[in-house]
């Protein structure tokens, strides 16, 4: 478990280049349950010509990217973790307004990433409403917000690296829609079946702050 955790945050914190769209949906884990979850996000352009421009110039660009989360319930209402996005890695806490009883989720969760090559914070806020359908099925929308490195628009270096200094801080926020499957719910003839995840998530977000016209389609799996 300890390995894997560290294998996924090594492999996020080496790739995962944004912070559009928490891979999660609004209800909390529950007390002293524990999670690990790895995502990947797949950005979508509407054109290919806007897919070439942008791959040309570097500006509203963004690549696949993946995504790490290591939680655990601390309360009903309470989840703690850690979470690694955007170049970085940094704590988070989700708190859930609802009854955790009531299939009816509203839950607010915030991030605080350290940008680990700018040596900056990235603070990120999203709130999410979601519905449990049955025990099996959540569906969920949401929007996110925050400030940091514009990740969507890093000059490259003459050597093609990227080039940090020139990096301007900036605002961004996207809204999300997605829906989260349990595999093993409690109670299921699946439930003590260790190899199998605990759930797959499926999520499309659409960034408010970039001029091009584009969806990110996330695939996320947690155990």
């Not at 696949?64 to 170049?87: E, K, N, W």
């Amino acid at each position: 478990m300890l390995r894997m955790i560290f294998a996924i945050t090594l492999f996020t914190l080496l790739f995962a280049s944004c912070y559009y769209g928490v891979m999660q949906g609004a209800h909390t884990l529950g007390k002293d349950h524990i999670t690990i979850t790895g995502g990947v996000t797949l950005p979508a352009y509407f054109s290919a010509d806007s897919k070439r421009e942008a791959e040309e110039n570097r500006i509203d660009f963004l690549e696949a990217y993946p995504t790490a989360d290591f939680a655990i319930g601390a309360t009903d209402r309470i989840d703690l973790g850690v979470s690694s996005f955007g170049y970085g890695v940094g704590p988070m806490v989700k708190y859930n307004f609802m009854n955790p009883a009531e299939p009816t989720a509203v839950s607010a969760m915030l991030n605080m990433n350290y940008v680990i090559p700018m040596q900056v914070m990235l603070p990120r806020l999203s709130l999410c409403a979601g519905h449990l359908f049955d025990r099996d099925l959540e569906v969920f929308a949401g929007s996110d917000v925050g400030y940091g490195p514009d990740m969507s628009n890093i000059p490259e270096s003459e050597d093609g690296s990227h080039d940090w200094d020139s990096v301007d801080n900036t605002f961004f926020a996207c809204i999300r829609l997605g829906c989260k499957y349990e595999l093993k719910p409690p109670g299921s003839p699946n439930e003590n079946l260790v190899y199998l995840p605990e759930s797959i998530l499926f999520q499309f977000s659409i960034p408010l702050d970039i001029s091009r016209s584009m969806i990110l389609a996330g695939l996320a799996i947690t155990y």
